[in-house]
């Protein structure tokens, strides 16, 4: 059994303009140890739906489950959910100034909160472990910074001091909801080497909630794409970069500037994402996509197995054959956007892995 | 203060900026009682820059490295504490408000929130026509119709000319940001984090937008952003900033492919590359500690507390912005030990003291004690 598991989970908001809807009946599940990726632009689904598992959104219509351990968070109650929240879930967000206190000492904070799950341990006790948690996620000087402000801290180190609070009791997932988004690059690096050892070292589940896929590309094991509240694709890290189905997934890959560096034009995805108050018939991609086909401007596509491979997962009308896919994109991108083929790659292949490119520079 | 001077002869022609020694400092609330003598931040210290017509530099830094204050200074927002900017043959650093306004057609800025940078209250069409009633260029229906021209140009429908911002997407507003700063077809282009508030698939549908309108009007750019893979697509050039000063210059593929500062060697190897095996093959190469306080910078190379090639040389002396190890001169970096190519810095330990690596703002840099555990990663 997975860590966690989430099936078929629908969130909406009831709004002056109409129903907001989220996120339309996502599944997905989390294994000890592993790192799942959940990519997506803004407005895909992808905060929500984990806030929702961990009963932070108000006002939300929710159904679905969401068993974590085996127990549905969805249905529990408030209280039963706080013990699970911080103590088995630590979640960290992407503004680091906002989630502390700018009141208290950061080592109070850690202190409450290891305290509020762990009646039993002493003051002295807890802020010993505080001390000893900031210094493991890498905060110099640890047992003289643990009675710091938040406002003292860089932006990096109040990131680290929020990884240090979601660690404190050693959680068995953590959700980074977007944790190096407001980072700069020296120090994004810093941070996510400080995730990537906490989790060889205990053992930890991560969701890591980002619209950067480079960083996917860095950490995550499985990745899942969404789109307009919806899963578009699941599968393995490489897989999503080197062998995606779904034409969402291509276009997000395609539109970044190359790695290689040469400059020919981008590719953009063509027009916006939809309104989640009016979503159009079939597939919610169609309006963007360029392989569209009659059939995905009325019935929605179900997540279904792309050749016989039960881990990749794509919500496409486009054939679940690499190569029959693979040989309808060269009909449609081939067309369109004239590039030379790959030179020593067979054509199929190279149009497969558009990545690849730039591992060779 | 560094004293580094522009590269090529005074006089061409074919540079439209030149940013001379520039160096902006602003005052700081001193943190002691009764202390006599200002606090500043070093903003910006001894910058030179030149962008020849047509081209794009790109300008990339972290945050507080003094990038978008090198822009204001050069749109004349703020007052340079000392240095010279010639903008097409004139020199623009000492002009008053007044004297300055005959310029600001041919200067023009791109912001990077697509949200603050438009009041919500007006309509479209009047938030683009601004340009146009500042300089008193047309008006009544003449007005609309250049406004609308412009609308079309940058890929908005000019029918929407009544409508309010919040009528518009992320990617549209920004689309009203470039139509308002090309309302005159500026000569030169300052845009300051112009995506980085956009979505993937949105940027690009701008970045596009911005190529096409250079190629298109020959317009000039300053390009600043952090996304370090957009600045690398766009810029020709590209000066990596440091606490206030140029750490390095050179042609884009200069740059990525000889980085000589190993700031810039760091930098770029921080940068999540959307490339499953490459991220697992390459050495990361992890800078220890934060951006220190640019109220007072460190001695030396101000690099100097962070950089794993650090000797005693970077603490005492100031290096020069200069060609390294036989490089052209476009290409030129500050520092005393520079990176040869195919070196590896993340191997690298720095023969200073811990001591002399204790960065401003109190926290100890040593790589041991910032790091506990947290050795390179291995390439798994």
């Keep these: ?361 | 203060m560094s004293t580094e001077s522009a590269v090529s002869a005074p006089g061409d022609d074919d540079v439209l900026l030149r940013v001379e020694n520039v160096v902006k400092y602003f005052p700081v609330r001193s943190s002691q009682l009764f202390r006599r003598q200002r606090d500043f931040v070093h903003a910006v210290e001894g910058v030179s820059l030149e962008i020849r017509r047509g081209q794009t530099l790109g300008l990339v830094g972290e945050t507080g490295c003094g990038k978008s204050t090198l822009a204001r200074c050069i749109m004349r927002l703020y007052d340079l504490t000392s240095g010279k900017i010639t903008f097409d043959g004139h020199d623009i650093s000492t002009l008053s408000r007044r004297t300055m306004r005959p310029y600001r057609r041919d200067i023009q800025m791109i912001f990077q929130d697509p949200y603050g940078s438009l009041n919500p209250r007006r309509r479209v069409g009047s938030i683009i026509g601004d340009p146009f009633a500042i300089h008193g260029i047309a008006s009544g229906q003449e007005r609309k119709k250049r406004v609308q021209e412009v609308m079309e140009l940058v890929g908005l429908n000019p029918e929407h000319y009544n409508r309010f911002p919040a009528e518009f997407s992320g990617g549209q507003r920004q689309r009203i940001g470039v139509a308002r700063a090309l309302a005159f077809r500026p000569k030169l282009v300052i845009c300051d984090e112009p995506v980085s508030a956009l979505d993937v698939s949105i940027q690009a549908q701008i970045i596009n937008l911005l190529a096409d309108l250079q190629q298109e009007f020959g317009l000039t750019y300053l390009f600043i952003a952090h996304d370090l893979s957009v600045v690398r697509h766009v810029s020709d050039t590209v000066a990596v900033m440091y606490l206030g000063q140029i750490s390095e210059i050179a042609p884009t593929s200069q740059l990525w492919d000889h980085p000589r500062h190993p700031y810039t060697d760091a930098l770029l190897s921080a940068v999540p590359v959307p490339d499953p095996d490459h991220a697992d093959q390459r050495e990361r190469i992890l800078l220890v500690g934060d951006v220190p306080s640019p109220v007072a910078p460190p001695s030396g190379c101000r690099f100097h507390p962070r950089c794993p090639k650090a000797a005693p040389t970077c603490v005492e002396q100031e290096p020069v912005l200069q060609p390294r190890l036989g490089d052209g001169p476009d290409h030129r970096a500050k520092c005393h030990f520079p990176v040869a190519d195919g070196e590896d810095i993340s191997l690298a330990r720095p023969t200073i003291s811990a001591g002399a690596r204790i960065i401003e703002t109190g926290i100890l840099a040593d790589s041991d004690a910032s790091l506990t555990g947290l050795g390179p990663r291995d390439g798994s």
């Design chain 1, 1 to 361: 059994m997975a860590l966690l598991e989430v099936s078929d989970l629908h969130v909406s908001f009831g709004t002056p303009d109409g129903i907001v809807q989220a996120v339309r009946g996502i599944t997905f599940d989390v294994d000890a140890g592993q790192t799942l990726g959940i990519v997506g632009e803004s407005g895909s689904g992808k905060s929500v739906s984990t806030q929702t598992i961990m009963g932070i959104t108000r006002g939300a219509r929710v159904s679905g489950t969401a068993l974590f351990e085996g127990r549905d968070l969805l249905t529990m109650s408030n209280q039963d959910l706080q013990q699970v929240r911080g103590a088995k879930v630590g979640m960290i967000f992407q503004d680091p100034l906002s989630s502390l206190h700018p009141f208290y000492k950061v080592g109070w904070q850690i202190v409450e909160m290891i305290r509020l799950h762990d009646r039993a341990m002493s003051k002295a006790q807890a802020r010993a472990r505080a001390v000893d948690l900031l210094r493991l996620v890498g905060i110099p000087q640890p047992d003289r910074r643990v009675d710091d402000f938040p406002h003292q801290f860089s932006g990096g180190m109040r990131q680290r001091a929020m990884i240090a609070m979601a660690m404190a009791l050693n959680p068995a997932l953590l959700i980074a909801d977007e944790p190096t988004t407001a980072l700069d690059v020296t120090v994004q690096a810093q941070v996510l080497q400080v995730m990537k050892t906490l989790q060889d070292e205990f053992g930890t589940a991560i969701i890591m909630i980002t619209h950067d896929l480079g960083v996917i590309a860095d950490l995550a094991d499985e990745v899942i794409v969404m789109y307009a509240g919806a899963v578009m694709e699941r599968a393995d890290r490489r897989t999503i970069f080197v062998a995606n189905h779904h034409p969402y997934t291509e276009g997000l890959l395609e539109s970044l500037p190359a790695y290689g560096g040469d400059r020919e034009r981008l590719r953009p995805i063509p027009g916006q994402p939809p309104s989640l108050i009016n979503l159009p018939p079939g597939c919610p991609f169609h309006p963007r996509c360029p392989y569209v086909m009659d059939r995905c401007r009325t019935e929605v596509p179900n997540l279904d197995p792309v050749g016989g491979d039960s881990a990749h997962l794509s919500a496409c009308w486009l054939p679940h054959d690499m190569r029959a896919r693979n040989a309808r994109r060269k009909e449609v991108i081939g067309r369109a956007l004239p590039r030379p083929a790959e030179q020593g790659t067979a054509p199929a292949e190279a149009l497969a892995a558009p990545a690849e490119t730039a591992g060779s520079q």
